[in-house]
Nanobody, 118 residues
Framework: QVQLVESGGGSVQPGGSLSLSCEGS????????VSWYRQVPGKSRELVAL????????HYVDSVKGRFTISRDNAKNTVKLQMNSLKVEDTAVYYC???????????WGQGTQVTVSS
């Protein structure tokens, strides 16, 4: 069974950093577009960052540009989200998603909580 497992969440103060990791099982990440989403209660799930399968180009929502970086480590079959200069409004559950462009299949991780507070 395909599984995506996120790790690295936790609690930090504003201005701090966290590094999230998404590890795939029974899936080769290099063949998928991989994204990080986040969601808070009462709001829809928001796309935060995307890295493509075709050329590994990255894309970010405006609110995190310059602060977050998405990257791949194909040897480890992982996708990382480095989050710097964290703000209170970054608080959310962060989810990893992998999408197969050929068959339209999409897989989700279980989510990891990120809390930014004083």
């Amino acid at each position: 069974q395909v599984q995506l497992v996120e790790s690295g969440g936790g609690s930090v103060q504003p201005g701090g950093s966290l590094s999230l990791s998404c590890e795939g099982s029974e899936i080769i990440f290099s063949r998928y577009d991989v994204s990080w989403y986040r969601q808070v209660p009462g709001k829809s799930r928001e796309l935060v960052a995307l890295i493509t399968s075709s050329d590994s180009s990255s894309h970010y929502v405006d609110s995190v540009k310059g602060r977050f970086t998405i990257s791949r480590d194909n040897a480890k079959n992982t996708v990382k989200l480095q989050m710097n200069s964290l703000k209170v409004e970054d608080t959310a559950v962060y989810y990893c998603n992998a999408r197969d462009q050929v068959f339209g299949l999409s897989y989700w991780g279980q989510g990891t909580q990120v809390t930014v507070s004083s």
